[in-house]
Each structure stands twice: as structure tokens, then as C-alpha cells.
């Protein structure tokens, strides 16, 4: 362990005994709402457990959520640079883990590291609980990194009309169309990509989205990825603006707002892909005792 790390930052099972403890892994991680949306669960539900944060050094995940797991973690949420490192740290997969090439949940059972992606399924959720229809829309989702790739498939399942995968390079986004060609086909979706320049252009991005979802790291920067001319082209009042990125206005939702068009960051898939990991790790009988929407309630105020 980095001695420069505070103790707030690294989690030890050994200082818990007779608790299941668990942990949000990332870098940053101070951050982070996981430990009060985990706690919040565990008195929904009457579990006695303890969750805290690890914050692993850029190189070093694959030795910190061992060493975690070897002092007595029961789980892991991982976030923010290490959802790659912990699909190859991961013994079991589930197939949408697999499909995605990320994973955002660690836990073990048997002895091995079972990793799973939630994080789509938190964004549906999400998007349903705000009155979004997927079926039959139009999507179109900004980024192919490990952010897009796990949000693909749990869309796709919704049966839009189409979904655009829009990336600054093409190359990575149809190496995702190629990805979930069957996936979309089986649901009969039209899947397809784009570069960020595609979207200024009317004959080849011809209609406004329904759904415009930010996957990138832009709002983290404060920039949006998509330039005016593209704003003009792809929302209209009637279309719906998600970024992923949560706690502010970000660039793209100002853009989006000045169209007229309805915003939402983050927050809401943060709570409810949360929410899919607390049940993986203590139980799928306790979905009725746990109420993700008044969390986020709380969090929100």
C-alpha cells in the first residue's frame, strides 16, 4: 500500500471482522457516492455489511483488488480507469461481461472472482424511470470506450428503431457494430456508426435522435464532444439528452437545453447500476426491500 494513501482511500477487511465488507475501486476515488448508495441499501435491507473505497495506483489494480480479496472483501465496484483491468482480473464472467469487454463488479463466490457489467442495465432503468421510450427510437450514443460497450446490448434489448454509435474515429465504433451485429439484428435494430463529423452532415445523418447519450470523458472536461453544427442537426425539442457524467450541467446538456430539448446527468444509472451489483452480492430476494429512486431522491437534495 502507497503510505501517501489516507486510510479513507484504502479499505481493509482485516479492520471489519465479523462484517461483510465491500469496496468502490478507482483513481480518483474521494469522490465518490458509492459507499453512501451501499450503505443507504444495506439499512433499506436490514444488511449488515461495510463498504468503503480503494483507491489502486494507475499500474497496480490487478495487486489491490487481490490484496482485498485475499484479507476477506466479499465485492468490489470498480469505476474510472479500471473497468478494462478488472475483466481480465476476473475468473467468471456473465455473458453480458463478456459482450461488453468491461466490468464494474467483482465479487467472490467459490473461491473465484466473478465479474459483471451493470452499468446498462442502471442506464435503462434509469432512462424508464424518467419516462424515456427506447422501443422504437432513435438512439444515438456518443463514445466507444469501455463506457459505450457496456450500455450497448441492455439498449439494444430495448428494441429501438435504431442506435448510431458516434466516435471521434469510425474505426472503434464499427468495431462495436461489429460486436453487437447479432445481438441487433435478433432484435431487429438498426445498428450503425458514425464519426462526430457524420453528425454535422444532413445526407448522412438525416434525422434528429429521440435519445442522445454522452459516453465520453468530455463532460468530465467540461467540453462536449459535438459542435454547434451537429447540435443543430441532431436534437429538436422533442429529444432527450443523457450524460453520463453526473453532480453538473455538462457542455452537451447546455447545448441540448438551448434546442429546447429535456437533460439528465448521470446520477440516476449511478444509483440504479448500483443497485443490480448490492443485489448480485447479498441476494436477489431483497429487490423489493431496496428502493433505488428514493436514493437518488436523497443524493439529488
Known sequence: ??????PELHT???????????AVAGNPISHSKSPFIHQAFAAQAKQKMHYGRLQAELPSFAQTAKAFFAAGGKGMNVTIPFKLDARNFAEVLTSRAQLAGAVNTLWIKDGKIHGDNTD??????????????????????????????????????????????ANRSSTKADELV?????????????????????????????????????????????????????????????????????????????QALQR?????????????????????????????????????AQLRS
Open 1 to 6: 500500500m502507497n503510505s501517501s494513501i489516507s
Open 120 to 165: 446498462g442495465a442502471g442506464l435503462v432503468r434509469d432512462l424508464l424511470a424518467q419516462g424515456i421510450a427506447l422501443h422504437e427510437s432513435r438512439i444515438l450514443l456518443l463514445g466507444a470506450g469501455g463506457a459505450a460497450r457496456g450500455v450497448i446490448g441492455p439498449l439494444l434489448e430495448q428494441a429501438p428503431k435504431c442506435l448510431v454509435i
Open 178 to 254: 461489429s460486436l453487437y451485429a447479432d445481438l441487433a439484428a435478433a432484435q431487429e435494430v438498426a445498428l450503425e456508426s458514425r464519426t462526430l463529423l457524420d453528425l454535422e452532415d444532413s445526407v448522412v445523418t438525416p434525422h434528429p435522435f429521440d435519445l442522445v447519450i454522452n459516453a465520453t470523458a468530455a463532460g468530465l472536461e467540461d467540453v462536449s464532444p459535438l459542435t454547434a453544427k451537429a447540435v443543430s442537426n441532431i436534437f429538436v425539442p422533442s429529444s432527450f439528452a443523457y450524460d453520463m457524467v453526473y453532480g453538473k450541467t455538462t457542455p452537451l446538456m447546455q
Open 12 to 22: 481493509d477487511p482485516r479492520l471489519h471482522a465479523g462484517v461483510d465488507v465491500y
Open 260 to 296: 429546447g430539448a429535456r437533460v439528465s446527468d448521470g446520477l440516476g444509472m449511478l444509483v440504479e447500476q448500483a443497485a443490480d451489483a448490492f443485489l448480485l452480492w447479498r441476494g436477489s430476494e431483497l429487490a423489493a426491500a431496496i428502493d433505488p429512486r428514493a436514493i437518488l
